[in-house]
């Protein structure tokens, strides 16, 4: 079984907005930096927003000011608000979550922000 789900993308127009949750029910969600990265094909996987066990965030430049990254220790949830949408903001959208000699990944959600 997989150890973190994405869900939440989907088509949007430019300036729109939406919210991606990454569920976690199986591994021990407070003790992990959990992040949201994304992948365009031919480019690299390149970090979206991070945010530690306690609760610090980091944000990719091209994101900053416009999404959010959340979590719900209780609910084993990550949350990722994407506000003012953009084309360049399409990708594929993972979760990963991290500690110690434990890393895991989601199977991706797609975002397509398009007119």
């Known amino acids: 079984q997989v150890q973190l789900v994405e869900s939440g993308g989907g088509l949007v127009q430019p300036g729109g907005s939406l919210r991606l949750s990454c569920a976690a029910p199986?591994?021990?969600?407070?003790?992990?930096?959990m992040g949201w990265y994304r992948q365009v094909p031919g480019k690299e996987r390149e970090l979206v927003a991070v945010i530690t066990s306690s609760g610090r965030t980091n944000y990719a430049d091209s994101v900053n000011g416009r999404f959010t990254i959340s979590r719900d220790n209780a609910k084993k949830m990550l949350y990722l608000q994407m506000l003012n949408l953009k084309p360049e903001d399409t990708a594929a959208y993972y979760c990963n979550a991290d500690w110690s000699s434990f890393h895991y990944w989601g199977q991706g959600t797609q975002v397509t922000v398009s007119s």
């Open positions: 199986r591994i021990s969600f407070s003790l992990y930096a």
